[in-house]
C-alpha cells in the first residue's frame, strides 16, 4: 500500500467481480486492498500490467508466478557470468551483478535453485 501510495498509482479498490486472491509462497492468504495498474520498464520496454495492492507487504514490490507465465517465459540462468534473468521468451536480459549503482538494480547475493511451478521470495 505504501508503495502504491508513493508511486502515486490509482487504486481500484476490491469487489466480488475483480478480487483474485494472492497467495504467498507458503500458501497463506495476502490480504489485498485494490488492484492498481503500473507502467513496467524492462530495459525500455514498457510493460502495463495490473497488480494487487496489500496492506502489508515486506518487500513492497513482487513480480509473483502470474507475472512471470504471463511474460512468455521467464527464465533465471545462473550457468553464465552474471546470472542472468531472461523475459519474454529471451527477448529482455537483466544481468545480475553483485554491486548496485545507478546501472545495477538488481543483484545477486546467493545462488539459489528455484524448483518449477514454485515461486521464491527475493529481497535485498
Do not use: W
Amino acid at each position: 500500500m505504501k508503495a502504491a501510495k508513493f508511486l502515486k498509482l490509482k487504486i481500484e479498490l476490491i469487489n466480488e467481480q475483480n478480487h483474485k486472491p494472492l497467495v504467498s509462497e507458503t500458501g497463506s492468504d495476502i490480504e489485498t486492498v485494490g488492484y492498481a495498474t503500473a507502467e513496467l520498464y524492462f530495459r525500455g520496454l514498457k510493460v502495463e500490467y495490473t497488480l494487487g495492492v496489500a496492506m502489508q507487504l515486506s518487500p513492497s514490490f513482487l513480480l509473483g508466478v502470474d507475472f512471470l507465465s504471463e511474460t512468455g517465459g521467464a527464465n533465471l540462468d545462473y550457468g553464465i557470468k552474471p546470472p542472468m534473468f531472461t523475459l519474454f521468451d529471451g527477448f529482455i536480459e537483466l544481468p545480475f551483478y553483485t554491486r548496485c549503482d545507478v546501472t545495477n538494480c538488481v543483484t545477486l547475493a546467493r545462488t539459489i535453485c528455484i524448483p518449477a511451478l514454485n515461486e521464491a521470495y527475493l529481497h535485498r
